[in-house]
């Protein structure tokens, strides 16, 4: 199974931005559902962002306007744009994929297929 691997994590002030991006040792298939999906500690991992096989994206309601998934063809990566940064969004982020499902869900029990962790700390 490909792995993935989280990067572009880091330390930001409130209101700054960071960009995270997922690579794979293989093809990420794009018509299968990937996912970012963030950790603090003494908290179940949630979902933040899902993009489907057809294009579809969801983003966490709180995250809604600031945070954008999108898959980079060229560079076999999934990527998450994190702008107006709040420290409530400070926590460890991985990234996802599906070996099935094509449905964009933030559910993380269709995702197979998980990264280390980025870990992103946003300061007020």
């Known amino acids: 199974q490909a792995q993935l691997v989280e990067s572009g994590g880091g330390s930001v002030q409130a209101g700054g931005s960071l960009t995270l991006s997922c690579g794979s040792s293989g093809r990420i298939r794009s018509d299968l559902i990937m996912g970012w999906f963030r950790q603090v500690p003494g908290k179940e991992r949630e979902g933040v962002a899902s993009?489907?096989?057809?294009?579809?994206?969801i983003i966490a309601h709180y995250m809604k306007g600031r945070f954008t998934i999108s898959y980079n063809r060229v560079k076999n990566t999934i990527d998450l744009q994190m702008d107006s940064l709040k420290p409530e969004d400070t926590g460890l982020y991985y990234c996802?994929?599906?070996?099935?499902?094509?449905?964009?869900?933030?559910?993380?029990?269709?995702?197979?297929?998980w990264g280390q962790g980025t870990q992103v700390t946003v300061s007020s």
């Open positions: 996802a994929t599906s070996s099935r499902f094509r449905v964009a869900t933030l559910s993380r029990t269709m995702y197979d297929s």
């Open positions: 993009r489907g096989g057809n294009g579809g994206v």
